[in-house]
């Protein structure tokens, strides 16, 4: 099973993500699967991320959705805050910091606070200010994704919660 952590927002946010996305031209991320990836592992099982996911300290903290942009090199278009809330960061420090003592090897790009909405994207020029939603970052999750013929499918391995 392919892994990765993210923070997941609560439904109406995701509702209004998703009508923002649809009114673009690409294809828009299903409401469901809208997430903020904060580690990608690959394949594997999930006892050692698990272990890992255990020793990572973070606060509780709000993700605001500010802008929005169109990456070309990848045809994605992309939601997330202006600067990246303190909170976050040391969330993502943590658990990198943890995953890499665990074994795993990540990415080596700096870590970019974005949700994709929208995927094989056209360049849409000026996108609109996306939708002031609400997204309390309260944990943050282990999941499992599953590719199947009718796109892929996120399931929860074990949610992480976060001090308040």
């Known amino acids: ?19 923002w996305a ?6 828009a991320v299903a409401r469901e699967n809208i997430h903020l990836t904060l580690a990608f592992l690959g394949e594997g099982g999930p006892e050692k991320a698990i272990d890992a996911a255990r020793r990572v300290r973070g606060a509780a903290h709000e993700l605001p959705i500010e802008e929005a942009h169109y990456w070309k090199k990848n045809q994605i278009v992309w939601v997330g805050p202006r600067e990246m809330p303190p909170e976050l960061d ?10 890499h003592r665990a ?35 309260r944990e943050f999750a ?13 399931e929860p391995v074990e949610r992480f919660p976060l001090s308040e």
């Open 90 to 99: 040391r969330l993502v420090r943590s658990l990198h910091l943890e995953l």
């Open 142 to 154: 282990l999941l499992a994704s599953r590719i199947s013929s009718r796109g892929s499918t996120y």
């Open 1 to 19: 099973m392919r892994l990765f952590f993210a923070a997941w927002p609560p439904a109406q946010t995701a509702a209004a993500l998703h009508a």
């Open 103 to 137: 074994g795993f090897i990540l990415e080596r790009r700096p870590f970019a606070a974005h949700v994709t909405l929208l995927r094989k994207a056209r360049d849409p020029g000026e996108l609109p200010p996306p939708p002031r939603a609400a997204w309390p970052v």
């Open 22 to 27: 649809e009114g673009l031209e690409g294809r």
